[in-house]
């Protein structure tokens, strides 16, 4: 089969241009590709020549501190314009199978305009790194062709009559969006950095941090793609495989995430709460309020994360059901041409089985993206939380006078418990906050889409795992006041045993060793079984979760043998706890 750029069918109207150049479709997408071209064209040599001449070993702590203004942004839409334009390629590529012959320009502009986006934001990150910030006048100048050809594209799409519900119609309309917004953040340097049209350009220096040699922690200072993946950890990844790494290497932490930073950000919550008298307020309201305004927003921004996780883990079985259930029946329809080329609506393009395919690609890479960003913001944030309280503990045990100590109003033991046990009881709370807040919204979910593929069968997981929620509650009860008196006994244990240690030359002399032995073996047993109770609660509500799950599987195997012996020759698949018939 020949190939042509607008199609070689016989009385093909991708030619026809008696109404005008910018009222055939062929020409609109061909008009698309300047902006791309001309990209590539300027940014190779650069690229290839400029700093492919350089040495690549350059030192970390000079090529990763600069931030441009919106660099964050500039690489979260840059993601979501190469997303786009592989839904536009995908598009074109369905779109070419309803035509008797290959039209290269329902994809061949997409793919020049995916080679743009990744070349754009290289060229960036290189720019970045060097400090030359006029170089960023190329991309200026590309992304207000790309716009301007993009808003031709899309407003003579509506003269035509093409709307929502066409897929290019939409695509379109946001890849024009998407330019114009990264080409608010290009003004938006070139106002902040005063690179151009402005006299004195703004000098930049070095984070604090990067000034010490001794800071090779540098997650806070590498581009978004480089925290997403941890790209940056491959030089101590690969010096640790060749020898062993010390302290040395590692080095220092960076000065947000050090114990007296995160003691000062703490203390500073807790004196923000004084009341006009002077004096602070009490209780755990207190404590929790300085919590949430010291570590709240990080632990914020990681349930925001664990959520978009969790939303895009549902779009694995539903993009497995729909490959499933489209395989086995034929989609092609014919669409009434437009300009010359036709265009398939959102259903259709959501129907290819191979479109499903990449969309679950994409959801599970993002999936695993977001909850690696989740789990490593919550851990991050509960180690400085524990260094912060930590220290507050230390700081207040400095001021606390000797009489406090020996008239038994603070022991050893309480102070191991609250420095070893407490810290680390809210670190972990911090681990494990956004599972909190995320599994109602996994339940939630999940129903809704179980009763959408069952229809009422779906409720009767649902209503038995509303039924055991008192039981896990009552358990959950039981466990903290196992675990608290676990604490008290540990507490008094550890006392006596200082006690012991201390006087042990008067238990000699007196031969009292039996009986403090005897005493602290006690202590001990009750200890034991604080800890024998935690552990049958423990064990009790596993069981009880495990039950609920196993009993809402045998229900819906119920359900589909109802309607298999009514005839009913379903298939049904079981995937990640959803079941999905087919």
């Known amino acids: 089969m020949s190939l042509a750029f607008c199609g070689n069918d016989n009385n093909s109207a991708a030619y026809n241009v008696d109404t005008g150049v910018l009222n055939n479709g062929c020409f609109l997408d061909a008009l698309t590709v300047v902006p791309h071209v001309f990209l590539l064209f300027i940014t190779f040599p650069i690229l290839f020549i400029g700093w492919g001449s350089q040495s690549s070993k350059v030192h970390i702590h000079h090529s990763t501190w600069l931030h441009f203004p919106g660099h964050n942004l500039r690489w979260i839409l840059t993601f979501i314009l190469l997303f786009i334009i592989v839904c536009e390629i995908a598009?074109?590529?369905?779109?070419?199978?309803?035509?008797?012959?290959?039209?290269?320009?329902?994809?061949?502009?997409?793919?020049?305009?995916?080679?743009?986006a990744i070349t754009s934001i290289v060229f960036y990150h290189n720019i970045e790194t060097s400090n030359f910030p006029k170089l960023l006048m190329t991309l200026l100048i590309y992304w207000v062709l790309a716009f301007v050809s993009k808003t031709i594209k899309f407003f003579k799409y509506t003269e035509h009559g093409i709307g929502l519900r066409q897929l290019r119609f939409g695509i379109t309309g946001l890849l024009m969006l998407l330019y114009g917004l990264l080409l608010a953040v290009e003004i938006n340097v070139i106002l902040r950095r005063r690179y151009m049209c402005f006299a004195h350009p703004t000098e930049v220096k070095p984070p604090e941090d990067l000034q010490d040699l001794g800071v090779r922690f540098l997650q806070p200072f590498v581009n978004l793609l480089s925290k997403s993946t941890y790209w940056w950890m491959n030089t101590f990844i690969t010096a640790a495989h060749r020898r062993p790494i010390d302290l040395k290497v590692i080095g220092k932490l960076p000065i947000a995430m050090r114990a007296l930073t995160n003691y000062l950000k703490l203390s500073e919550a807790f004196e923000a709460q004084k009341r006009p008298q002077g004096t602070l307020l009490q209780g755990p309201k207190c404590i929790w309020t300085a919590l949430r305004q010291a570590f709240g927003r990080p632990l914020f921004l990681s349930i925001t994360y664990r959520f978009m996780a969790d939303l895009l883990g549902f779009a694995g079985p539903l993009c497995i059901s729909g490959i499933v259930h489209h395989l086995s029946k034929e989609n092609h329809t014919i669409q009434p041409p437009h300009l010359g080329i036709y265009f398939i609506s959102s259903q259709e393009f959501l129907a290819n089985a191979y479109v499903l395919a990449v969309l679950l690609f994409f959801a599970l890479l993002l999936q695993r993206t977001f909850l690696q960003a989740s789990y490593y913001v919550a851990i991050e944030t509960g180690i400085n939380l524990r260094g912060a309280i930590q220290t507050k503990i230390f700081n207040k045990i400095m001021h606390l006078c000797t009489a406090n100590m020996s008239m038994g109003g603070m022991t050893v033991g309480q102070i191991c418990n609250l420095v070893a046990v407490d810290t680390n009881q809210l670190m972990w709370f911090f681990f494990l906050c956004p599972n909190l807040f995320a599994m109602p919204v996994q339940i939630i979910v999940g129903v809704i889409l179980l009763y959408y593929l069952l229809g009422i069968s779906a409720l009767i997981g649902a209503t038995v795992i509303t039924l055991l929620a008192p039981v896990q509650y009552f358990v959950a009860t039981k466990l903290s006041d196992a675990q608290k008196s676990t604490l008290e006994y540990s507490s008094e244990r550890l006392k006596k045993t200082n006690e012991l240690l201390r006087g042990i030359k008067l238990l000699k002399l007196y031969a009292w060793e039996h009986i403090f032995c005897s005493s602290v073996e006690e202590t001990r047993r009750k200890e034991l079984t604080s800890l024998q109770t935690f552990?049958?609660?423990?064990?009790?509500?596993?069981k009880t979760l495990i039950s609920a799950l196993l009993a809402g599987k045998s229900k819906?195997?119920?359900?589909?043998?109802?309607?298999?012996?009514?005839?009913?020759?379903?298939?049904?698949?079981?995937?990640?706890?959803l079941v999905f018939f087919f």
């Open 91 to 116: 598009e074109g590529i369905v779109s070419d199978g309803f035509n008797q012959s290959v039209h290269l320009h329902l994809y061949m502009p997409s793919c020049l305009a995916f080679m743009a």
């Open 535 to 542: 552990a049958l609660y423990t064990s009790i509500s596993s």
């Open 556 to 577: 819906l195997n119920m359900h589909n043998h109802n309607h298999m012996g009514r005839g009913d020759k379903r298939k049904y698949i079981i995937i990640n706890g």
